[in-house]
């Protein structure tokens, strides 16, 4: 699901899902303890309500879903259009090298 997407279901803009999906990020690595049991408690009613939230565990499933979200959120968000998107893929796919490259980052670690 998109930012946008779930900025639509909760009437909201997009940028305040991506601000509260960082905020809670923060607050799982502080350990904060009320939300860490709110989120206990969440994680209850998703499994007794067999509601999978680890559908996207692995890492290519993670890597596609941000893609995807990326050019839907600039398509929604009119910033690029539908078929600069297509071309800008179609782009990508014919430049990018089959093989892995290391990059500079990579060299760094």
Do not use: C
């Amino acid at each position: 699901m998109t930012y946008h997407s779930v900025g639509k279901l909760l009437n909201r803009d997009h940028s305040n899902i991506v601000y509260a999906n960082k905020k809670a990020q923060t607050q799982i690595e502080i350990g904060e303890r009320e939300y860490t049991t709110a989120m206990i408690n969440w994680r209850i009613i998703f499994d007794d309500n067999e509601i999978d939230i680890n559908s996207e565990i692995d890492q290519k499933g993670r890597l596609k879903t941000r893609i995807n979200n990326l050019l839907s959120d600039a398509v929604l968000d009119g910033i690029i259009t539908i078929d600069e998107r297509d071309n800008m893929l179609i782009t990508m796919l014919k430049t990018t090298p089959r093989r892995a490259q290391i990059t500079e980052e990579n060299e760094l670690y």
